[in-house]
Nanobody
Framework: QVQLVESGGGSVQAGASLRLSCAAS????????MGWFRQAPGKEREFVAA????????KYADSVKVRFTVSRDEGKNTVYLQMNNLKPEDTAVYFC????????????????WGQGTQVTVSS
């Protein structure tokens, strides 16, 4: 089993920045990809960004591509999401996710999920 614990959410004004962190523990040797999804009130969960554990390949949702950066620290088994120029439409619960595959990570539904951290952006 893999455990994922997110941190770094909060309430900010539009235009501000936040950095989310997600630490993985347990049987992490089988993890190849870690990333982020989000779910806004009344909406379905959507993919945000992902990074491959070896090589550091990344992919993003179009809505965040210019403003968000996903990265990882292999030594700490931690993935980060740097969010800049936040907008009210970024308000959501952000979930960390991990999977053994990179291909179609954004559509298959990863094997492991964190509990989520709230991000609220006011105008």
């Amino acid at each position: 089993q893999v455990q994922l614990v997110e941190s770094g959410g909060g309430s900010v004004q539009a235009g501000a920045s936040l950095r989310l962190s997600c630490a993985a523990s347990g049987r992490t040797d089988g993890i190849y990809t870690m990333g982020w999804f989000r779910q806004a009130p009344g909406k379905e969960r959507e993919f945000v960004a992902a990074v491959s554990w070896t090589g550091g390949s990344t992919k993003y949702a179009d809505s965040v591509k210019v403003r968000f950066t996903v990265s990882r620290d292999e030594g700490k088994n931690t993935v980060y999401l740097q969010m800049n120029n936040l907008k009210p439409e970024d308000t959501a619960v952000y979930f960390c996710a991990a999977d053994k595959l990179y291909t179609d990570f954004e559509v298959r539904g990863p094997d492991y999920w964190g509990q989520g951290t709230q991000v609220t952006v006011s105008s």
